[in-house]
């Protein structure tokens, strides 16, 4: 499962505003239909490879790109069935349907497979779930190598319905942009390897997927101060913080100091009782201050965020942190990033509605801070309505300790100075990048090279 990497997120609503922007600009829709079918024919070709192929065509718009990828495979010379689900609904169907001058065969449980499967049933207009007939129609052709055009049919494209395609597919041509649904649970692995068609459209990139890992660029001039200066609050559980400490240098801070109880992850990493944080956190060459993880809610965790909070530094918040400060955050203007895991998330923000990304933004709104919202599908929203979807991850990070460790490359990243979101984005990307290096059999402490 693979998605193309910091590349544009629409919604279906976006996705029709830059279809008419297009329009507008003189490109007509009957053109980017062409271009979508063709784009998915370039691919069918190339994946056939001399096998037969058969096309599953809807109404809509999205059974009118089937049609194009029919007429312009047939004109390379593969072998090419169509079948349809009825006559198309929309003008551009009605007129790609035309141009294909081969035999429709009526979609029913009588048709045959094919080794190459299509499905152009439906994309982004589908509107409610597909019927249990057309489900048991599709889900003959399992085993099958599926392409998908723009969605597998079934899905919702926004994300905010779990509905899930009858039949999943191996590769997903998506039109003009990534959908949410291809990099939401539980819809993304439903649709194999994705694959993005640009067709020209100009679409706004507040919502990406994530972007490749940076190449390290050192400063010359830089000194263990400007490269960022780091302090994790420790609580009663003192391993997970030291996880975090030993992140943020390994992510690249310059300095960390771990205060409260535990002992140096890394020689490196200074310690303080926990006598000293007020001082501590008032230290002017501080760039963030990481509290939450192994820290329960209680007194303890008050009296710390307090601290923190009252210091006016860039923080990160983790578990428990998050809800105890809360109100704080909405109530200020501050570099600030919270890592909720999905229960953390819920506890904090039990008001929003809709997908994973809906969710997120309405969180990073109502907080002011930079939600990163985690999980197989991780999703980072900024107040200003910017989003990073993470989708796929690595899987080997599902092992306890590894959210710690994220808490401080957090740290790492907001300490180095600039945008609280794109240190959130350049965090997620390392601990994904690192995991991803070690992986099966990881354990968090392998993240942090002890
Ligand atoms: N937005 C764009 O810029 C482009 C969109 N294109 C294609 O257009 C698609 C969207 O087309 P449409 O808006 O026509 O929508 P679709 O073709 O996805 O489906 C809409 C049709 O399906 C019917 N329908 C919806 N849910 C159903 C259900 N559960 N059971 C049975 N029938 C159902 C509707 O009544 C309508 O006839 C995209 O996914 C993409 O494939 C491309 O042609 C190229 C450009
Ligand atoms: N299946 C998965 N695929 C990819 N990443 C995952 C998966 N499950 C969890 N993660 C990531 O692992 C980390 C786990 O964090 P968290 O649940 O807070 O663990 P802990 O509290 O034990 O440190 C998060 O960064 C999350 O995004
Ligand atoms: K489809």
């Known amino acids: ?154 899905i919702e494209s926004d994300g905010g319905e779990a509905w899930m395609p009858p039949l999943p597919a191996h590769v997903t041509v998506a039109l003009g942009a990534l959908k949410p649904a291809h990099l939401l649970l539980p819809t993304a692995p439903a649709c194999g390897r994705t694959l993005l068609a640009s067709i020209g459209i100009d679409a706004a990139r507040t919502m990406r997927t994530l972007p490749p890992p940076p ?35 390994r992510a690249g801070a310059g300095y960390v100091v771990l205060d409260g109880a535990g002992r140096a992850p890394l020689s490196a990493v200074i310690c303080d009782d926990g006598d000293a944080l007020a001082e501590r956190a008032a230290d002017p060459r501080l760039g963030a201050i990481v509290v939450g993880p192994g820290f329960p809610a209680g007194e303890g965790l008050t009296r710390s965020l307090d601290v923190a909070l009252g210091s006016g530094k860039p923080l990160v918040l983790d578990a428990a942190a998050i809800a105890a400060g809360l109100t704080a955050l909405a109530s200020g203007e501050r570099r600030a990033i919270l890592t909720p895991h999905e229960g953390e998330f819920a506890r904090s923000f039990p008001a929003t509605g809709g997908s994973k990304i809906d969710r997120t933004l309405a969180a990073a709104r109502q907080s002011r801070a930079v939600v990163v919202h985690k999980g197989a599908d991780t999703v980072i929203a900024a107040p200003d309505g910017r989003v990073v979807a993470a989708w796929p991850g690595c899987p080997w990070l599902a092992s306890a300790g590894t959210g710690d460790v994220l808490a401080g490359a957090c740290g790492a990243m907001l300490a180095r100075g600039g945008d609280a979101f794109e240190a959130a984005v350049a965090a997620v990307g390392w601990h994904i990048d690192r995991a991803a290096r070690i992986g099966p059999g990881l354990v968090a402490d392998d993240l942090i090279g002890k």
Do not use: Q
Request: hydrophobic residues 55%; glycine residues 12%.
């Open 1 to 154: 499962m693979t998605v193309p990497a910091d590349a544009p997120i629409l919604t279906a609503a976006a996705m029709r505003e830059a279809e008419a922007a297009c329009a507008a600009a003189g490109v007509s829709l009957a053109e980017l239909m062409e271009r979508a079918g063709a784009a998915v024919a370039d691919i069918v070709w190339r994946m056939a490879a001399g096998a037969p192929i058969l096309i599953l065509c809807g109404p809509g718009n999205n059974g009118g790109d089937g049609y194009v990828a029919a007429r312009l495979l047939r004109v390379r010379g593969a072998e090419v069935r169509v079948a349809a689900l009825g006559e198309p609904k929309t003008d551009l169907a009605k007129a790609a349907r035309a141009a294909w001058t081969g035999e429709v065969e009526a979609f029913d449980e009588r048709t045959a497979p094919a080794p190459i499967v299509v499905d152009a049933l439906f994309g982004a207009g589908l509107s409610r779930r597909l019927s249990d007939d057309l489900a048991g129609l599709l889900a003959r052709f399992a085993g099958r190598r599926v392409v998908a055009v723009d969605l597998p049919s079934g």
């Open 215 to 249: 190449l390290p660029t050192g400063d010359p001039a830089a000194h263990k101060y400007s490269r960022g200066m780091v302090l994790v609050v420790a609580g009663p559980m003192a391993g997970a913080a030291e996880l975090a400490a030993g992140a943020a240098l």
